[in-house]
């Protein structure tokens, strides 16, 4: 709802206009569920004395909006604060003698709407000295219900300090800028922004906008600066509130159940690799990229209707582990399977594919803490919660009687165990409550390798479990485990030293558990992998496909991440791609791994894009040095890259844009912190060389 005062100045008037075209942007008129209502008189004039404010306020039925609609009140017009401490809208018809009279009190405008029945409230007041209203509200709230203080949201946003005037244009720049940040940069996974969230947004605009001012000797006085609006209450700045849209957040459809959804592959991955396979960007079915490792499939899928067991999918960095339990997790769950757009993922063996609700829960370690893991482990299994502050063996105990006890067959994934925080001690906590679930049915079974003796809990049946009774229960995890006779491969292959030998760790609380490596004889899968990334890729026939697929597997050292990084510059090459195969140059680079085919990549995006290579290794180098689950773009990115070159980092969001947008995306993944997307290398082991890569590019080690 918009309540503006024109005041007859043509330049008043039009920056008034050019406010409500900027809010457009973040509450759509006549969109979603924003529909609104400017203020003016029955016969169209605009609002000139105290009795048309509160005849419109009664018209407009602002005090009784209901519940399930977000209410947003936009007041823009001349305000003033009176000696008496109280702010007042100023109107045509104001007496500066008769504020009492002629003047409204901004307080109970704001009050209108905030102690309306909506549950979700906005008022923004873009009026002068709109911020000195601050003292008021607080005051007031004491008449607001103490329910509907608990259970609202109610966010009031002033634009002007005291002293200072109405914004005008200034507001209307500042909104923009600040919509053109969430909608771009700042990229927070959410429908919703907190008041916290949007005023940060409006700061990072101004500063923005500051920038690019023409630049003085003396730096501008602080009242010359941009007009930073601020929040008028803050008790409820860190909840979300349905009256803050995010025009930012971009939906991803699911691929599989919630359960699922941290080992499955995300829609975002799905996409990218399924254009990325078929090179048709427009069509609703791409393809299906994962081809070859039939054999591996086969095993997985038949464990899966085995009663009772451990199965361990272990191999060298970079040798598809992950792709493996990824398309198992992925290809079980019923939304991925009832989607016509990954029809084509289901042209193969059927007794490669598993069973519907195949897998009932699946995570990945990677960078979660033992307590973290068993926390999401047990709400996924809809286990029986311990009481808020229960100690980790608690959450141990919980999820071993769920597994003990009577119900439907259960099958969890745990991959990247090696990635995790601690990863021997997660090993030891997370997997302990499957030791005697996933043991032998026959009772006189027993464990030939007990957990260590300092560990709070210790696996086993206790008195009156009755193991006959208990339901299947089936655990398949991922794990880096270098291959005992690994061959020799040329400096900065980018091999990388393992982390302890955690396949051995596990084998010994699980000794019957089967070992199924990725790293044997992976020859003949990449070839078929390389062959189905090219398919349908014009310039490709099926001669130069075979060529291609010859050519990789010879040289990608029994790496699929390898593999794929140069069939990526292959298509990147469009018509050279074929002539590439050819090249000692590119050949030298991919015999070298990773780092070879990736510093190819930087000077080809230094000479056709201008991104210098420097920068743009700075950028990716940022995201493997990110904490946690990868780095926010906003303010993270750069500041972490600006650390990483030692130097500063001109226009960092136009030239991390190029970067998301280049073949140099490939290399990166994305996830979710914190509510915001975030973003970290493709791999572990890209990671790693990212990490020790020296800065000045005349090195690979």
């Given at each position: 709802?918009g309540?503006?005062?024109?005041?007859?100045?043509?330049?008043?008037?039009?920056?008034?206009?050019?406010?409500?075209?900027?809010?457009?942007l973040?509450?759509?008129d006549?969109?979603?569920?924003?529909?609104w209502?400017l203020?003016?008189?029955p016969?169209g004039?605009p609002?000139?004395t105290?009795?048309?404010?509160?005849?419109f306020l009664?018209r407009s039925?602002l005090?009784?909006?209901?519940p399930?609609?977000?209410?947003?009140l936009?007041?823009?017009?001349?305000?003033?604060f009176?000696?008496?401490?109280?702010?007042?809208?100023?109107?045509?018809?104001?007496?500066?003698r008769?504020?009492?009279a002629t003047?409204?009190?901004t307080?109970?405008?704001?009050y209108?709407?905030?102690?309306?029945?909506a549950?979700?409230?906005?008022?923004?007041?873009?009026?002068c000295e709109?911020s000195a209203?601050?003292?008021e509200?607080?005051?007031?709230q004491?008449?607001?219900d103490e329910?509907?203080?608990?259970s609202?949201?109610l966010?009031?946003?002033?634009?002007?300090v005291?002293g200072r005037?109405?914004?005008?244009a200034?507001?209307?720049?500042?909104?923009?800028?600040?919509?053109?940040l969430?909608?771009?940069?700042?990229?927070?996974?959410?429908p919703?922004?907190?008041?916290?969230?949007?005023?940060?947004?409006l700061?990072?605009a101004?500063?923005?906008?500051?920038a690019?001012?023409?630049r003085?000797?003396?730096?501008?006085?602080?009242s010359?600066?941009?007009?930073v609006?601020?929040?008028?209450?803050?008790?409820?700045?860190?909840?979300?509130?349905?009256?803050l849209?995010?025009?930012g957040?971009?939906?991803e459809?699911?691929v599989a159940?919630p359960?699922l959804?941290d080992?499955?592959a995300s829609y975002?991955?799905l996409?990218y690799?399924m254009?990325?396979?078929?090179?048709?960007?427009d069509q609703?079915?791409?393809g299906?990229?994962?081809s070859g490792?039939?054999?591996l499939?086969l095993?997985?899928v038949?464990?899966?209707?085995?009663p009772?067991?451990?199965?361990?999918?272990?191999?060298s960095a970079?040798?598809?582990?992950?792709?493996l339990?990824?398309r198992?997790v992925?290809?079980s769950a019923?939304v991925?399977?009832?989607?016509?757009?990954?029809?084509?993922?289901?042209?193969?063996r059927p007794?490669t594919i598993?069973?519907?609700?195949?897998?009932?829960?699946a995570?990945s370690?990677r960078?979660?803490?033992?307590?973290?893991a068993?926390?999401?482990?047990?709400?996924?299994?809809?286990?029986?919660?311990?009481?808020?502050?229960?100690?980790?063996?608690?959450?141990?105990?919980a999820?071993?009687?769920?597994?003990?006890?009577p119900?439907d067959?259960?099958?969890?994934?745990?991959d990247?165990l090696?990635?995790?925080?601690e990863?021997?001690?997660f090993?030891?906590a997370?997997?302990?409550?499957?030791?005697?679930?996933t043991?032998?049915?026959d009772?006189?079974?027993?464990?030939?390798?007990?957990l260590?003796?300092?560990?709070?809990?210790?696996?086993?049946?206790?008195p009156?479990t009755?193991?006959?009774?208990a339901?299947?229960v089936r655990?398949?995890?991922?794990?880096r485990s270098t291959?005992?006779?690994t061959?020799?491969a040329?400096?900065g292959a980018g091999?990388?030293?393992?982390v302890?030998d955690?396949?051995?760790?596990?084998?010994?609380?699980?000794?019957?558990?089967e070992?199924?490596?990725?790293?044997e004889?992976?020859d003949?899968?990449?070839?078929?992998?390389?062959?189905?990334?090219?398919?349908g890729q014009?310039h490709?026939?099926d001669a130069?496909?075979a060529?291609a697929?010859?050519t990789i597997?010879?040289?990608?050292h029994?790496s699929?991440?390898?593999?794929r990084?140069?069939?990526?510059?292959?298509?990147?090459?469009?018509?050279?791609?074929?002539?590439?195969?050819r090249s000692?140059?590119w050949?030298?680079s991919?015999?070298i791994?990773i780092?070879?085919?990736?510093?190819?990549?930087?000077h080809?995006?230094e000479r056709?894009?201008g991104l210098?290579?420097?920068?743009?290794?700075?950028?990716?180098?940022?995201?493997?040095?990110a904490?946690?689950?990868?780095?926010?773009?906003?303010?993270?990115?750069?500041?972490?890259?600006e650390?990483?070159?030692?130097m500063?980092?001109?226009?960092?969001?136009?030239?991390i844009?190029?970067?998301l947008?280049?073949?140099?995306?490939?290399y990166?993944t994305?996830?979710?912190?914190d509510?915001?997307?975030?973003?970290?290398?493709?791999?572990?082991q890209?990671?790693?060389?990212?990490r020790?890569?020296?800065?000045?590019?005349k090195?690979?080690?």
């Amino acid at each position: 709802m918009g309540l503006t005062v024109p005041d007859g100045d043509v330049r008043f008037d039009a920056a008034l206009e050019e406010q409500l075209d900027a809010l457009r942007l973040w509450w759509p008129d006549g969109e979603g569920r924003f529909g609104w209502q400017l203020s003016e008189n029955p016969d169209g004039t605009p609002l000139a004395t105290r009795s048309d404010v509160e005849s419109f306020l009664d018209r407009s039925r602002l005090r009784e909006t209901g519940p399930e609609l977000p209410l947003v009140l936009f007041v823009s017009a001349h305000g003033l604060f009176s000696a008496s401490a109280r702010h007042y809208l100023k109107l045509p018809t104001t007496s500066d003698r008769r504020l009492l009279a002629t003047a409204v009190p901004t307080a109970h405008i704001a009050y209108a709407a905030l102690d309306s029945l909506a549950q979700h409230v906005l008022v923004i007041l873009n009026m002068c000295e709109s911020s000195a209203v601050g003292s008021e509200l607080i005051s007031l709230q004491g008449e607001l219900d103490e329910d509907r203080k608990d259970s609202a949201v109610l966010n009031v946003l002033g634009t002007a300090v005291q002293g200072r005037p109405v914004l005008g244009a200034e507001l209307a720049r500042l909104l923009r800028r600040a919509h053109q940040l969430v909608t771009t940069s700042e990229q927070i996974a959410r429908p919703h922004l907190k008041m916290s969230e949007f005023t940060l947004l409006l700061h990072n605009a101004a500063e923005s906008l500051e920038a690019e001012r023409p630049r003085r000797r003396q730096p501008r006085k602080v009242s010359e600066q941009i007009s930073v609006p601020e929040m008028l209450l803050t008790r409820w700045q860190h909840k979300v509130s349905l009256a803050l849209p995010n025009p930012g957040y971009r939906p991803e459809p699911a691929v599989a159940e919630p359960g699922l959804q941290d080992v499955a592959a995300s829609y975002r991955q799905l996409e990218y690799w399924m254009e990325k396979a078929s090179g048709r960007l427009d069509q609703a079915d791409g393809g299906w990229y994962f081809s070859g490792r039939e054999q591996l499939n086969l095993q997985l899928v038949s464990f899966l209707r085995e009663p009772v067991g451990v199965k361990i999918v272990a191999g060298s960095a970079g040798t598809g582990k992950s792709a493996l339990l990824g398309r198992l997790v992925t290809m079980s769950a019923r939304v991925f399977r009832d989607c016509d757009r990954y029809a084509s993922a289901l042209r193969c063996r059927p007794d490669t594919i598993p069973a519907v609700g195949a897998v009932t829960a699946a995570l990945s370690a990677r960078h979660r803490s033992a307590a973290d893991a068993l926390r999401q482990l047990t709400a996924e299994l809809g286990c029986p919660a311990p009481p808020e502050g229960a100690d980790i063996s608690a959450w141990q105990q919980a999820l071993e009687d769920f597994l003990l006890g009577p119900g439907d067959p259960v099958t969890v994934v745990i991959d990247s165990l090696d990635e995790a925080y601690e990863p021997g001690q997660f090993i030891a906590a997370v997997l302990a409550p499957f030791v005697p679930a996933t043991r032998s049915h026959d009772p006189a079974a027993a464990i030939t390798s007990p957990l260590p003796s300092d560990a709070a809990f210790v696996p086993g049946p206790r008195p009156g479990t009755g193991r006959t009774q208990a339901r299947t229960v089936r655990l398949l995890l991922g794990v880096r485990s270098t291959r005992r006779s690994t061959p020799t491969a040329p400096a900065g292959a980018g091999t990388v030293a393992p982390v302890g030998d955690l396949l051995a760790e596990i084998t010994d609380r699980f000794p019957d558990a089967e070992i199924l490596r990725s790293d044997e004889n992976p020859d003949a899968d990449i070839r078929a992998y390389v062959k189905a990334l090219l398919k349908g890729q014009p310039h490709w026939s099926d001669a130069a496909r075979a060529e291609a697929a010859l050519t990789i597997s010879d040289h990608a050292h029994g790496s699929f991440l390898n593999a794929r990084l140069a069939v990526d510059q292959l298509r990147a090459h469009k018509d050279l791609g074929p002539r590439l195969l050819r090249s000692r140059t590119w050949l030298d680079s991919l015999s070298i791994g990773i780092a070879g085919l990736l510093r190819s990549e930087l000077h080809k995006l230094e000479r056709e894009d201008g991104l210098s290579a420097t920068e743009a290794l700075g950028l990716l180098r940022a995201t493997a040095f990110a904490q946690g689950r990868g780095v926010a773009w906003g303010t993270v990115w750069p500041a972490l890259a600006e650390a990483v070159l030692q130097m500063p980092l001109q226009h960092p969001d136009e030239k991390i844009s190029r970067l998301l947008k280049s073949p140099l995306a490939g290399y990166l993944t994305t996830d979710h912190e914190d509510d915001r997307v975030v973003y970290r290398p493709a791999h572990e082991q890209l990671a790693q060389i990212l990490r020790r890569w020296p800065a000045d590019l005349k090195g690979t080690r």
